[in-house]
């Protein structure tokens, strides 16, 4: 199985000061909102005991152009840690999934996968947050819920799953499910919203396997 974390896109990475901790509130809640149900974490018997998830939230205008909609995102490998603080989180300023390139500024290194958070993103700019979980319980039951499936044969993190999540948005109703679920990436799942609350509420709702929307 692919190793979970590993960054596959160009980084040009500028160490910076962290954002300030009031810009986190909603985010870093719900972050142990989903620790607590184990969509966040690590684990010694899962993925060879890498960390998982990644969550962001824009922080810019709503009109910002494609490919510098900056958000806020979660560092790499920070699943294990209990409880973050702004230290932890990354800013990214650019990113052009063609060009397989993400520049990005703050205390530590971005999510390896920072490239599909910026592809939503610049999907439809009403959308404010993305969360990245791994969930054995949706993802074999996404079909069954009616969630999207990105296709087995793409892997996270790559220029390939940008193009994929850009098919899900314009062939399925995943705009209107806020959630997908990544064929080719053991128990990935992807929510999204207008807010965190909304893209969280998502991802619960999926895990009592009672989503109707
Ligand atoms: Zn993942």
């Known amino acids: 199985m692919e190793k979970e974390g590993v960054i596959k896109f160009n980084l040009r990475f500028t160490a910076g000061p962290p954002v300030a901790m009031d810009t986190l509130t909603e985010l870093n809640t719900w972050r142990q909102i989903l620790r607590e149900h184990a969509l966040i974490g690590q684990d010694p018997a899962r993925y060879e005991?890498?960390?998982?998830g990644n969550i962001s939230q824009?922080?810019?205008?709503?009109?910002?152009?494609?490919?510098k909609r900056k958000f806020v995102i979660s560092g790499t490998q920070t699943g294990h840690l209990e409880i973050l603080d702004n230290r932890h989180y990354a800013c990214v300023i650019a990113y052009n999934a063609e060009a397989n390139q993400v520049v990005a500024e703050g205390p530590v290194k971005p999510s390896s996968e920072s490239m599909?958070?910026?592809?939503?993103?610049?999907i439809d700019n009403a959308l404010r947050a993305v969360l990245h979980v791994h969930s054995p319980d949706i993802w074999n039951s996404a079909t069954s819920q009616g969630i999207p499936v990105t296709s087995a044969a793409v892997e996270y993190g790559t220029?390939?799953?940008?193009?994929?999540?850009?098919?899900?948005f314009s062939h399925t109703n995943v705009r209107r499910k806020g959630i997908?679920?990544?064929g080719g990436h053991a128990d990935g799942i992807v929510a999204f919203g207008e807010t965190v609350e909304e893209a969280?509420?998502?991802?619960?709702?999926?895990?009592a396997g009672k989503q109707q929307r």
Do not use: C, W
């Not at 599909?116 to 610049?122: E, K, L, P, S």
């Not at 220029?159 to 899900?168: A, D, F, K």
């Not at 969280?200 to 895990?207: D, I, V």
């Open 200 to 207: 969280g509420n998502t991802l619960l709702t999926a895990l």
């Open 49 to 52: 005991g890498y960390g998982f």
């Open 180 to 182: 997908f679920s990544m």
């Open 116 to 122: 599909t958070h910026g592809v939503i993103y610049d």
């Open 58 to 67: 824009r922080t810019g205008d709503p009109d910002q152009p494609h490919g």
């Open 159 to 168: 220029p390939e799953m940008s193009r994929e999540v850009e098919h899900l």
